[in-house]
T-cell receptor, first 112, second 115 residues
Framework: NAGVTQTPKFQVLKTGQSMTLQCAQD?????MSWYRQDPGMGLRLIHY???????DQGEVPNGYNVSRSTTEDFPLRLLSAAPSQTSVYFC???????????FGQGTRLTVV | RKEVEQDPGPFNVPEGATVAFNCTYS??????FFWYRQDCRKEPKLLMS???SGNEDGRFTAQLNRASQYISLLIRDSKLSDSATYLC????????????????FGKGTKLSVKP
């Protein structure tokens, strides 16, 4: 049982480059979300989705896009990377919004 | 006031000690409460859900006081392997202030158990 799978685990980007962080879950969870974790800041919600075709913004959405074409996948796109986006990114999923969340292993992104 | 507040620690305790973490939350409409554990450079993992009646899982006991908007985690007989950061997590009510029931994380309390 793979759970929540994120790729890549590490990435270095140059300022202005774009990229997509992949997230897939095999638990048939409706709710998926993306967080970033910075030292001293805790986890902050970027975007979330309550089901295929439905996405919404979280606390820190600027500079990021998401889409949810299938129940399983929820990619996060960085449109034009900036050094302020250097962070650890976690994807999470849960059966519903009321149940506990399961996290992927994280992507460590550095923007230079 | 921050939505979920925790003492960042670190708590440095010897093996076998009992240690307690506290957490307060600001949204009285919050509906679900959890403790997550996060090891260094790893993803958060659910430790336990927190119920109004209090609940226990082995050496871990969680308590919720809705009137005071306060959550606690008690760890008895601490092990070296308990060293980690413990995250207090609250799920706001659906459709409350636009939160759509999303998880709100505290910044975590760091525990270090020494031999």
């Amino acid at each position: 049982n793979a759970g929540v799978t994120q790729t890549p685990k590490f990435q270095v980007l140059k300022t202005g480059q774009s990229m997509t962080l992949q997230c897939a879950q095999d638990m048939n969870h409706e709710y998926m979300s993306w967080y970033r974790q910075d030292p001293g800041m805790g986890l902050r919600l970027i975007h979330y989705s309550v089901g295929a075709g439905i996405t919404d913004q979280g606390e820190v959405p600027n500079g990021y896009n998401v889409s949810r074409s299938t129940t399983e996948d929820f990619p996060l796109r960085l449109l034009s990377a900036a050094p302020s986006q250097t962070s650890v990114y976690f994807c999470a999923s849960s059966y519903t919004q009321r149940t506990e969340a399961f996290f992927g292993q994280g992507t460590r992104l550095t923007v230079v | 006031r921050k939505e979920v507040e925790q003492d960042p620690g670190p708590f440095n305790v010897p093996e076998g000690a009992t240690v307690a973490f506290n957490c307060t939350y600001s949204n009285s409409a919050s509906q679900s409460f959890f403790w997550y554990r996060q090891d260094c450079r790893k993803e958060p993992k659910l430790l336990m859900s927190v119920y109004s009646s209090g609940n226990e899982d082995g050496r871990f006991t969680a308590q919720l006081n809705r009137a005071s908007q306060y959550i606690s985690l008690l760890i008895r007989d601490s092990k070296l392997s308990d060293s980690a950061t413990y995250l207090c997590v609250v799920r706001a009510a659906m459709n409350y202030g636009g939160s759509q029931g999303n998880l709100i994380f505290g910044k975590g309390t760091k525990l270090s158990v020494k031999p």
